[in-house]
């Protein structure tokens, strides 16, 4: 299972575009990329997946390099309510899919 | 379709008790994941299940913890003899299977108190 790595704590501002990079540099050729979003007090919850380039969903966007060795989630916009915890996945098909890391701490400030 | 259903959404057990912990996955899911989580710490991987068969349970204390998913009833997550320790929030999550792109459904958490 490809492990990964991302900034513990991140601190933006109302309006803003965020960016989290995670980092998962022996990811295997079949693994998919997929990142949660956890609030106090609740499970994680998905916000977006993929396996190259870019994908974009009414939430987020994932950019995924060429050598897929690292992936970016860029939150267009974020108000207060995306204060939250981030975590990024790297998924195969042999079962333990859902390790997760320490996750970003993202908070939002007015 | 309901989502992944934890009970009790809370639970007080005194040091020494019993604690079960049940998730009913969401319909047509018949993988099941729990993790712990600490305050202010991140999840924490227990054990994975499938349908009548613990997959992997790497992550599952080797004393007093033991998790079980029947053929029929929601998947329990049981820990003998609590200590202080014990005390976090238990996630559990669903998902339909177990292939590279699948997405998993978690609960809302129980929330154990040993006292």
């Known amino acids: 299972l490809a492990k990964t790595t991302q900034p513990i704590s991140m601190d933006s501002y109302e309006g803003q575009e965020v960016n989290i990079t995670c980092s998962h540099n022996n990811i295997a050729t079949n693994d998919y990329i997929t990142w949660y979003q956890q609030f106090p007090s609740q499970g994680p919850r998905f916000i977006i997946q993929?396996?190259?380039t870019k994908v974009t969903n009414e939430v987020a966007s994932l950019f995924i390099p060429a050598d897929r060795k690292s992936s970016t989630l860029s939150l267009p916009r974020v108000s207060l309510s995306d204060t939250a915890v981030y975590y990024c996945?790297?998924?195969?098909?042999?079962?333990?899919?859902?390790?997760f890391g320490p996750g970003t701490r993202l908070s939002v400030l007015p | 379709n309901a989502g992944v259903m934890q009970n009790p959404r809370h639970l007080v057990r005194r040091r020494g008790q019993e604690a079960r912990l049940r998730c009913s996955p969401m319909k047509g899911h018949s993988h099941v994941y729990w993790y712990r989580q600490l305050p202010e710490e991140g999840l924490k991987f227990m054990v994975y299940l499938q349908k009548e068969n613990i997959i992997d349970e790497s992550g599952m204390p080797k004393e007093r913890f033991s998790a079980e998913f029947p053929k029929e009833g929601p998947s329990i997550l049981r820990i003998q003899q609590v200590v202080r320790g014990d005390s976090a929030a238990y996630f559990c999550?669903?998902?339909?299977?177990?292939?590279?792109?699948?997405?998993?459904?978690f609960g809302q958490g129980t929330r154990l108190t040993v006292v």
């Open positions: 999550a669903s998902s339909r299977d177990g292939a590279e792109d699948t997405e998993a459904f």
């Open positions: 993929g396996y190259k």
């Open positions: 996945l790297v998924q195969d098909n042999y079962g333990q899919n859902f390790v």
